[in-house]
């Protein structure tokens, strides 16, 4: 099995930045086999897609929302996935998952394509 834990979550002023990790554990295979991604849910609202990443990195996608302001990376020596988010704007207010799905080469940006998730971590934007 697979687990994920988020950190890196808090509260900050619009145009601020914040970097959210996603750190993997008890994994039964490689790290570069997890396809990953980061997804969000404001209250009220549903889940969303936010970004995705390749298991071996390099490939991104990203909901249009956040281009040009958030960044995915993941450091798979240190079995850890990456959310820079930049320029952070009210509307950003969520709480952030990361998800992970055992793939080598494509990305996913549908929640039904995931099959490990992560716990959540509060992430506020004050105008």
């Known amino acids: 099995q697979v687990q994920l834990v988020e950190s890196g979550g808090g509260s900050v002023q619009a145009g601020g930045s914040l970097r959210l990790s996603c750190a993997a554990s008890g994994r039964t295979f490689s790290t570069y086999a997890m396809a990953m991604g980061w997804f969000r849910q404001a209250p009220g609202k549903e889940r969303e897609f936010v970004a995705a990443?390749?298991?071996?990195?390099?490939?991104?996608s990203y909901t249009d929302s956040v281009k040009g302001r958030f960044t995915i990376s993941r450091d798979n020596a240190k079995n850890t996935l990456y959310l820079q988010m930049n320029n952070l704007k009210p509307e950003d207010t969520a709480v952030y998952y990361c998800a992970a799905r055992i793939a080598v080469g494509a990305l996913y940006s549908t929640q039904n394509d995931y099959k490990y998730w992560g716990q959540g971590t509060q992430v506020t934007v004050s105008a």
């Open positions: 990443i390749r298991g071996t990195g390099g490939s991104t």
